[in-house]
């Protein structure tokens, strides 16, 4: 294994970590710092692979944006999110059974595929070709769908946690 390989394997388990402590976390607020850590993996996963317009808009977008306002919305809305009884659901041991199994699966999958250990390919200068993606992004019959989509979820999302906020203040 390269030094390359080994630094994305640790980057990998840590995006993992961070990943199921969003879930196993008991504060709203720890959760949402995870998840800024887990985001900031994969943005350091695209860094590894040479994919350095996706790493900076991981860093921009996601970690900059929308983990901040996840932020803001858990400050807006801490009252009504009070802990109260177990943080675990009944049925948590079987849905931990089927990560495992589909972890597994996923596992024996890449072990059967011979590429698994090899070095990755170097890209060719100008490797990631931008402007087939912003073409991509904006084109009726490509993306253009999914990207307004994600923008009007995003403003709702904002909407939604003033109406909360404004609600509680005055309950209070």
């Known amino acids: 294994m390269s030094a390359l390989q080994i630094v994305f394997l640790l980057i990998a388990l840590l995006t ?3 990943a199921s402590m969003v879930v196993f976390a008991r504060k709203t607020i720890h959760s949402a710092f995870w998840l800024i850590l887990a985001l900031f993996g ?6 590894t692979l040479e994919a350095s317009f996706f790493a ?14 996840i932020i803001f919305a858990v ?3 801490r009252r009504s999110m009070e ?14 059974l089927v990560v495992l199994i589909a972890f597994g699966g996923i596992i024996y999958l890449l072990l059967q595929w011979q590429g698994v250990f090899q070095a990755p390919q170097v890209l060719t200068a100008g490797g990631e070709n931008l402007e087939a993606l912003g073409m991509a992004l904006v084109m009726p019959d490509r993306y253009v769908i ?3 989509v994600a923008s009007v979820l995003l403003v709702a999302a904002m909407i939604g946690a003033i109406y909360v906020a404004g609600d509680l203040k005055k309950r209070s």
């Open 83 to 96: 802990e109260t009884g177990d943080q675990l659901l009944p049925g948590w041991g079987w849905a931990a």
């Open 56 to 69: 900076v808009i991981q860093v921009a977008v996601y970690i900059g944006a929308i983990a901040i306002l």
């Open 42 to 47: 994969v943005a350091a996963t695209f860094a």
């Open 75 to 77: 400050m807006l809305t």
């Open 146 to 148: 999914p990207f307004e």
């Open 16 to 18: 993992l970590f961070s």
